[in-house]
Nanobody, 123 residues
Framework: QVQLVESGGGLVQAGGSLRLSCAASGRTFSGYVMGWFRQAPGKEREFVAAISWSGGSIYSADSVKGRFTISKNNAKNTVVLQMNSLKPEDTAVYYC????????????????WGQGTQVTVSS
């Protein structure tokens, strides 16, 4: 079965960095967009960043542009989110996601989800 397994979350001070990884397995993801969403307590799940499996297209939310970088390693079937200059408002559970290319990057159009990893940024 398809699995998206996140790792790399944790506690960091404001201004610090974290690197999240998502290991994808169970099918070929060619034609898919791999991405990250996050959900803070009491808030809706929101889009963070995404990359096409071919690597030709990258998308990111305005709130993380210039701070977060998404990349992909096809040989290892992993997607990485490098998060720099972290802010307390980045605190959330971060979810790896996969959806067919051509759709909207919104939660209800995501086909596969990981279990989530907690990121906590202290002030």
């Amino acid at each position: 079965q398809v699995q998206l397994v996140e790792s790399g979350g944790g506690l960091v001070q404001a201004g610090g960095s974290l690197r999240l990884s998502c290991a994808a397995s169970g099918r070929t993801f060619s034609g898919y967009v791999m991405g990250w969403f996050r959900q803070a307590p009491g808030k809706e799940r929101e889009f963070v960043a995404a990359i096409s499996w071919s690597g030709g297209s990258i998308y990111s939310a305005d709130s993380v542009k210039g701070r977060f970088t998404i990349s992909k390693n096809n040989a290892k079937n992993t997607v990485v989110l490098q998060m720099n200059s972290l802010k307390p408002e980045d605190t959330a559970v971060y979810y790896c996601s996969a959806a067919p290319e051509g759709g909207r990057l919104v939660p209800n159009e995501i086909v596969y989800w990981g279990q989530g990893t907690q990121v906590t940024v202290s002030s």
